[in-house]
């Protein structure tokens, strides 16, 4: 039977440090006030703050820890921690190891401090237990009085209770210079995150509505972190002034718009796409950052290794056929093939794509928005663009049978065709595409070759350090060997102020690549299973997302914990 936890009361008692009249004249007070039990003792005199938080320590079975001891304030490493949230929540970073943090706090009960914690940083969380005030006293000393200790809602000036009549920013073109520096405190507030979520590198902004609060996250380097949770009473606002922004109907709240915001932010002009999309507690909207030199980091950049890059460059320069980029949203298709447009982009070829939507704006190619509203779908624009006799034919997703055989005749008159599919792997762009309903014979004749691929986060080269025990797990799922380890060495995540505290800064992608050869083309022809056609690729050299990602690991470029969460295998890894 399990044990019974002492109240914080009692256990004073237990330990003398108070009485039962000074605990029930406590309580009183406490519960008048709406005061915790322990504040309240501490503010009448009954007892210490440090007993006090010695018997909170022993109430949760959790370590007590004294700042004031020799060689404690040592143990501190603010690094591990953003220096806003140390501010903010009166926390101190101790140590990291294998995905734990050990944190002091000063209230075993603030769970949602913790969790919110445990998912902005993506790691567990060991706590131990300091009192508030030797917590604050430290942080002061060390990084200054927290003017921030305050969220974003209050740095960017306070607001009035009542709703803010957006009405008087109609005016506002979709073009804003934060430069220009609009005081209203609702323009102040979303100028702030938006231009905070730019130089923290993150590729997404997410405001989401709920119940007793709006949640603004970043995504950055694919994971979601929160950034802080906004008054429920500012969600009107805030939502009517990104819509504004963004040239969005702020009247129409029952149905997803679409809309872009473009803005100068470190003199540089970047671009939002913004989509908002009813909900049950409001609209939710999620600002998409596209940036234009994101597409311009050149192909070794994006995470090649030599034998494949050769193989691209290869493929990229043939005279006809289609080349397939499949993976799921968000894998890196689109500037993988942006890249590869980049390097042909010359004054002796003719590029056109058709894009839903055109993310990104290039110099001497034509660029087709798809508008199916008005009838202008993909397949449309294809057999409009076959007229105008290009070279190269970018389709930004194969969709369905008609899209796929338009783009399978074009690569038969002459054209080179490159567009992506929504597939786990390179084998099954072949399955789909006949699941689809295209023939079989114009699959095999057509395609050149499928290129998979999936974005892995980096270390930080500035923190990472050699992992002398990593999980079996991870590295059994890898295919790691003992020899292995022994002529390599292996790497994880620390976490310092440069990535955030996360141990990873970037990312590359991990590929996939599948050449079309006389067999796997009679296959396909033949309506072979999926398994046979993966074994043949792999028999005729194909190395796998995982076989990839192994390489990645023994080069010290990332874990096998990413690894392993990336590559499809993260079912297996939670079990």
Not at 103 to 118: A, F, G, W, Y
Not at 380 to 389: D, E, K, N, T
Request: glycine share 6%.
């Amino acid at each position: 039977m399990a044990r019974k936890r002492l109240k914080l009361g009692e256990l004073l008692v237990q330990e003398g440090k108070i009485d039962d009249k000074q605990l029930n004249q406590a309580l009183e007070v406490a519960k008048g006030q709406g005061k915790r039990l322990g504040d309240t003792l501490v503010e009448l005199g009954f007892v210490k703050e440090t007993d006090c938080a010695k018997a909170i320590a022993a109430q949760f079975g959790l370590e007590y820890f004294d700042l004031n001891a020799p060689g404690a304030t040592e143990k501190v490493q603010f690094d591990l921690l953003p220096e806003d949230l140390i501010k903010k929540h009166f926390v101190l970073p101790l140590s990291k190891s294998n995905g734990r943090l050990k944190l002091l706090i000063h209230d075993p009960m603030d769970l949602q401090l913790l969790d919110m914690l445990r998912f902005r940083l993506n790691c567990e969380i060991d706590t131990k237990v300091s009192p508030r005030s030797d917590i604050k006293a430290f942080i002061d000393n060390r990084l200054g009085a927290p003017a921030a200790g305050k969220s974003m809602f209050e740095e960017a000036g306070s607001f009035v209770t009542e709703s803010i009549d957006v009405t008087m920013d109609k005016s506002v073109d979709s073009s804003i210079d934060i430069a220009a520096g609009e005081d209203a405190p609702v323009i102040k507030l979303v100028n702030r995150f938006i231009t905070e979520a730019v130089r923290s590198r993150a590729s997404d902004i997410h405001v989401e509505p709920f119940v007793d609060r709006v949640r603004l996250r970043y995504r950055i380097d694919g994971v979601c972190h929160v950034r802080d949770d906004l008054p429920k009473r500012m969600q009107n606002a805030v939502l009517a002034r990104i819509k504004l922004m963004a040239g969005i109907n702020i009247a129409e709240k029952r149905l997803p718009q679409d809309g872009r915001i473009k803005m100068n932010i470190d003199s540089a002009m970047i671009d939002f796409r913004v989509s908002s999309c009813p909900a049950y507690h409001g609209e939710s909207i999620v600002l998409r950052i596209l940036r234009p030199d994101s597409v311009r980091i050149g192909l070794e950049n994006l995470g090649f290794e030599r034998d494949n890059l050769e193989v691209f460059n290869r493929i990229i320069r043939r005279p006809n056929g289609i080349f397939l980029v499949t993976g799921p949203t968000g894998s890196g298709k689109t500037t993988t093939l942006y890249s590869a447009l980049s390097i042909l982009n010359r004054p002796d070829k003719k590029i056109i794509t058709a894009e839903d939507p055109v993310e990104y704006n290039f110099n001497g190619i034509n660029q087709c928005q798809v508008r199916e509203k008005i009838g202008l779908s993909f397949a449309s624009i294809l057999r409009s663009m076959l007229r105008q006799a290009p070279n190269i034919v970018l389709v930004g997703e194969i969709r369905d049978r008609e899209v796929a055989e338009v783009a399978i005749q074009a690569a038969l008159t002459g054209h080179l065709v490159f567009s992506t599919l929504h597939t786990n792997d390179a084998p099954s762009a072949i399955t789909r595409l006949i699941d689809m309903g295209v023939p079989p014979f114009l699959v095999a004749s057509s395609i050149q070759a499928v290129m998979a691929q999936r974005l892995i986060r980096v270390l930080c080269t500035k923190c990472r350090a050699p992992d002398d025990n990593p999980d079996p797990k991870f590295l059994n799922l890898c295919g790691i060997t003992a020899q292995d380890r022994q002529s390599k060495t292996i790497y994880k995540a620390v976490g310092c102020s440069n990535c955030g505290g996360t141990g990873y800064r970037g990312r590359k992608a991990i590929f996939e690549m599948m050449l079309m050869n006389s067999t796997l083309r009679d296959m396909a022809f033949a309506r072979e299973a999926l398994a046979n056609i993966r074994t043949e690729a792999l028999a005729s050299g194909m190395r796998p997302l995982l076989g990839d990602g192994r390489i990645k690991i023994l080069s010290g470029v990332t874990t096998p914990a990413e690894i392993a969460r990336v590559a499809q295998v993260a079912g297996i890894v939670e079990e």
